[in-house]
């Protein structure tokens, strides 16, 4: 069993920063591939970003490339997402998600989800 749980989320200006985290509990978390979604309301959860196991393959939905960037620690058993010139389409609940085996962006492939952040960009 793998728990997630999100941090970092607030309210920025348009133009700011935020870096959320996700902390994991359990043994194998340097085993899983690693995921960031968000939902804004009224639309369904999205892919914003995926990381494998150690880092080396990453990837980001359009709309956030070149803006986010995801990470993680395997020693601190935590994931990152730092998000910069963040846009007020970015306003959102953010969840970190984890899964055993290839990293992928497919929402209903992922096994374990943490209770989500709230990101609020105001313009």
């Known amino acids: 069993q793998v728990q997630l749980v999100e941090s970092g989320g607030g309210l920025v200006q348009a133009g700011g920063s935020l870096r959320l985290s996700c902390a994991a509990s359990g043994r194998t978390f340097s085993t899983y591939s690693m995921g960031w979604f968000r939902q804004a309301p009224g639309k369904e959860r999205e892919f914003v970003a995926a990381i494998n196991w150690n880092g080396g393959r990453t990837y980001y939905v359009d709309s956030v490339k070149g803006r986010f960037t995801i990470s993680r620690d395997n020693a601190k058993k935590t994931m990152y997402l730092q998000m910069n010139s963040l846009e007020s389409e970015d306003t959102a609940v953010y969840y970190c998600?984890?899964?055993?085996?290839?990293?992928?962006?497919?929402?209903?492939?992922?096994?374990?989800w943490g209770q989500g952040t709230q990101v609020t960009v105001s313009s």
């Open positions: 998600a984890s899964r055993k085996g290839v990293v992928v962006t497919t929402r209903h492939e992922y096994d374990y």
